[in-house]
């Protein structure tokens, strides 16, 4: 491929995730497809170059500008190895061709780290389903030799959504204040441990319906009572606990970009009132909470707070290497405002030929020192698997929340990457 | 089947780093001891010092492998000159340093910038910004002698430099004059 000087600007949410990061905080998320058969490295390099060449939005690298970054496009080679280090650990570019995502796979496993500037969870989807879409018909020529899947119109649409969509008179949301903190001893040598609780989708999906609330709902709920049961009562924690919940904007404004484009609520729970204290009264809070938050006034509240300050002239106009230290000090106050994330992506849909092959998706997102406990989930057929990503040493969280999921009357296993058995093995 | 590798231990990748800071650090410190004991007419430690100091800034920055030729000659450039100058203050100031050391470098620079355009062209956008840079610091000698006459007391090496400089920049807005301007708008988007 010819070099170019072809180039692009980040999004409003991508512009703060080069300066804030580090490894300690790496602002990757991991989408992992878990196949039936033992993944071909070879033929997955093959499927990952072929993809790129239709979501060539992809194939870029940041660069250094005065004011901000910027994405220019990368012609080096793809590299594609086999795991070896922790999930959503930060991609060091010069280990990377430059690329900001990492392909890597274990035995029936093919993972995606994505660098949370280049796109969303709801993108990295795209990306990743196509990966394995493409890996499958290379793997299996036989069987699509017939039917060889019509070419998907891919959006390579790379647009700022955020600037096109957001309320130029909209007054800034509240300021808010500092979070719970979960305690404990974290695990040595920067490890971080995994662990995905398989839940039954039908059993789920059922039990939420009885009790009148959305998934999504109904497993916020158990996680803030795991949190306050295992970690919050035992360190005698005063503050709110506070989880963020990415909400993706595509689902209330038009839009096909690739870029980042998502915002955020913040259910807020003072654990102090006694009506918080058994769980229907902590899920009918939740539930009023999401209903409170979730109308497109107040998400384009918070959004458009963030873009105006993206886009204030003085902002725009201090140089980068200013910028880095700034936003690295005030992003050490603002981490702290939130005591975990919780992810979900949803359902992620297959074409009916394809879904033999494959076992289930996973999402991770990195925990860092502050939010030491990450959450995800995503479904597939009947299956919902919700990760926690975990710096700490203990899995008191994790168990509390199994816990309750089992005297809920809900089927549940655990896999995990060993880091806590390894911990308990000593 | 097992859904992630047991990773038991990290391997410390920085480690060879934290002895090379050590030995360095040590290496200092002993000239500054030596140096003190032995005479305080000059302290030649400080040479040893900033010597160490620019084998790191070398060391570090070349052994990132994306690292740009053209940005590598932006820090040569003030490294070297830095170092010069050092020496120069350390040794009792005779000038030697930005009378015939410093125009010399920048010669060098811009030597080299211009072959790079040369040889090149269609992959000149990745220089420009450096190209701009060496020119602005090759100005600055130039600019000095105008301010303070008493700065650069032998000013023909200095216009000798900065009419190099002025020509290698011509030569680059003439052959990448578009690349340059492109180049300007990437970086200094707001």
Redesign the interface.
Known sequence: MP?T?N?R?LDNSAKIFPIASSKKYSSVFRLSA?LKEKINPSILKRAVDKVLVNLSSFKVKL?K????Y?F?ENNKEIIVE??????CKYIE??TNN?YLFKVTY????INLDIFHSLTDGNSGIIFLREIVYTYIEMAHPEDFAKKLRLERKLSNNTEDDYLKNYDKKSKGAKGSKRAYALKGKKLP???IG?N?VNINLKLLKEKAKEKNVTITQYLTAILIQAIYQSNYQKHRGKKPIKVCIPVDLRKYFKSETVNNFFSYIVVQADMNLKTLQSFDGLLKFVKEEFERLLTKEEISKTMSANVKLGNNAFI??IPLFLKLVIVKLSYLEIRKHTTTTFSNIGRIGIIGEYQKYIDKF?MLIAPETVEKIKCSSCSFEDNLVFTFTSVLENTEVEEAFCKRLKEEGIEISI?????HD?ISEN | MTLYPKIRSVKNSHLAIKIMIAVSFLLALTCVIVNLCTSTNYLWCLIVIAGILYTWITVMYSINRNVNIASSVVVQTIAISALTLCIDFILGYQGWAINIAIPIIIMVANVTILVLTIVSVRRYYKYAIYQLIISALSFIPLILFWIWDDVITKPIFTTISSSIAAFTLLMSLILCGKNIVEELDRRLHL
Do not use: T
């Not at chain 1, 500008?65 to 901000?68: E, I, K, L, S």
């Not at chain 1, 086999?82 to 999930?87: A, G, L």
């Not at chain 1, 274990?106 to 496993?109: A, F, G, R, T, V």
């Open positions: 070099e000087n180039w600007r878990v660069k500008g005065a004011f901000w910027y220019e086999e795991e070896k280090n922790y999930p570019p010069s430059d274990w035995e029936n496993k040598l920067a490890a995994v995905h725009k106009s996973l896999e995990g990457n060993g880091v390894i």
